[in-house]
């Protein structure tokens, strides 16, 4: 391994343990979380409450000295609440745009759901392109933008349904799941007398994401590989259950994904089994069901995992001997 990606690698490892500083048990999420910010992507949080989800959002947040926003998502916020809007300057005596809270580092989108399509819309332009235009202008975001939105997916009252363009734009969804018995005594634990993240500091800087995500596309694909991840995409298009299935931003995701897994496991090159652990995450939220399979109770992951086993594995060099 060259020394600039053994150095960026150092880094991971070095951010991956920061958080497990505050986040228990949950070494595969974790790594799984920072897939999207190597891969340079969008994460979205989605489980029941009190797992744990904002605190993972704000804890990869402090562990990176970068400039860190939080939008709590409601009916009532508006699309120039987050993106900012132009101001009349008295003194000036023209307009000057005010940028909202969506220009930062690391934004956390707090249940994102909460508000209306029309507001969650105002991020489509910035998770995508990172820009907001406004008064027929552009105006650019930081080159490090990562947001992490979190989601309730049982509470219904108060909700809106994310748009297949919205969900789209996320990298990789996540769920963290319960923590185990034991797990679950070791957070009491450690918040017993105060909240391990309020003594969380940085242990990276900007520079170091930067030099994480350049390592990155030095993982290499194999053509046999590629096509593989290429297949299995392309299954979700014509499969019975499907009215819709990913699309080439979806293959994208997955293949950038893949190597942003592979980067933070050690590896040098993608493996199919890095496809397999990440098809579920990355494609499960792009798909959209016939509604005689949602009456079914089918799940996308479920569909997802189905594919997998249907499309052949290649063969690597060594099996063709």
Sequence with gaps: MATATANALDKARALEANVARVIVGKAEQIRLALVPLLGRGHLLLEDV?????????????????????????????LPLDVTGAAVYNQKLQEFEFKPGPVFANVLL?????RAT?????????????????????????????????TLNPVEQSGTFPLPETQLDRFMLRLRLGYPSEAEESEIFDRQSRTHPLEALAPVLCREDVAEMRRAVPEVRIDDSVKAYAIRIVRETRRHPDLLLGAGPRGTLAFLRAAQAFAFLSGGAFVTPDHLKHLAAPVLGHRIVLKPQASLRG???????????????????PDERL
């Design 298 to 316: 089918v799940a996308g992951e479920a569909i997802v995992k189905s594919i997998l086993e249907r499309v052949p594995v290649p063969v690597g």
């Design 49 to 77: 409450p009190g797992i744990g989800k904002t605190t993972l959002a704000k804890t990869i947040a402090r562990s990176l000295d970068a400039d860190f926003k939080r939008i709590q998502f409601t009916p009532d916020l």
């Design 117 to 149: 399509p029309r507001t969650q819309s105002s991020l489509l332009e910035c998770m995508e392109e990172s820009q907001v235009s406004a008064d027929g202008r552009t105006h650019r975001l930081p080159d490090l933008f990562f947001v992490i939105a």
């Design 109 to 113: 989108a707090d249940e994102i759901n």
